[in-house]
Every structure is written in C-alpha cells, then in structure tokens.
C-alpha cells in the first residue's frame, strides 16, 4: 500500500465516521441498525488511532536528534 492509499484509506474512514455519526443522530433507525453502525463506527475509530500513532511514531523518528533512537 503506497503512502497514497493509507491517505484515501484513512480519509474515507473518516468519511465513514462522520456519515456513521450524521446517521444516529438523525435518530430515524431501529435499535439493530444503530448497533450496528456503533460496531462499524469503533471499528472504524480504531483503525484511524492505530494510523495515527504509526505516523507520531515515524514523525518523531525522523525528527529525533541522531544517536537517540
């Protein structure tokens, strides 16, 4: 997966996300739904942290003083 991908990957999450959330709380589903979207959504939620913390941990890789890491 090119740096391009992980991009649209982690922006189309996002984008999921907020459609998950505009969904719910438009408040004209059926419990089932709901609880579905809420596992799709932590799923989703998720993934996007373990993202983030791959690119904090390759920031601070590449700014760290030589002779640190």
């Not at 959330?21 to 438009?26: I, P, T």
């Not at 809420?38 to 913390?53: I, S």
Request: glycine share 10%; aromatic share 2%; with cysteine.
């Amino acid at each position: 997966m090119t740096t391009e991908d992980s991009a649209k990957g982690f922006d189309g999450k996002l984008d999921r996300i907020d459609a998950i959330v505009k969904e719910l709380e438009g408040g004209r589903i059926g419990l089932e739904r709901a609880v579905e979207l809420f596992k799709e959504g932590k799923t989703l939620v998720r993934d996007c942290e373990a993202t983030l913390k791959a690119a904090r941990e390759t920031v601070a890789r590449a700014t760290a003083e030589p002779g640190t890491t």
